[in-house]
């Protein structure tokens, strides 16, 4: 039997602490999808097409990984797509405590979903899609390149800033 995971986020922007859970996922299971969430209710940087155009050109070398953009639950995505798994990433205890409540929930309405929570590698640890639209809204001129490099996939860099 097929090993399917989904790891599912807003990704505004895709940073190199998702491209390190996403390669590391890969790794576990015969298929990944990231999925692009889309939640009605939040304000995004980037809108859905850039988002999920990131994604794509960060995990295009990776060839078990695939990428989708759904509205829905990610449950139901899950459902779609054969996928028993979840994986999260987990930064420090602030993540832990809230992405027990999502996976407690996702359980009672998907008996079947596992969560695994991976530990963020201690070079990503402070990065996040925050500070990245932190910086961009900084308007990082002449060394924005160098500075993006720290938080997000080489392959990123060109869509976040492409006039640098």
Sequence with gaps: MKKIAVFAGSFDPFTLGHLDIVRRSASLF??????????????????????????????????????????????????????????????????VEYEQTVAWNNKILYPECETLFLSSAPEHLMVSSTVVRELLKAE??????????????????SLLAPNH
């Design 30 to 95: 015969d298929e990944l999808w990231v999925l692009l969430a889309v939640n009605a209710s939040k304000k995004y940087y980037f809108d859905e097409a850039t988002r999920a155009e990131m994604v794509r050109h960060a995990v295009a070398d990776i060839s078990n990984v695939k990428v989708d953009v759904y509205d829905g639950l990610t449950v139901d995505f899950m459902k779609r797509v054969g996928a028993k798994f979840l994986v999260r990433g987990i930064r420090g205890a602030a993540d």
């Design 140 to 157: 990082i001129a002449g060394e924005g390149r160098a500075k993006l490099a720290k938080y997000v996939p080489d392959a990123v860099i």
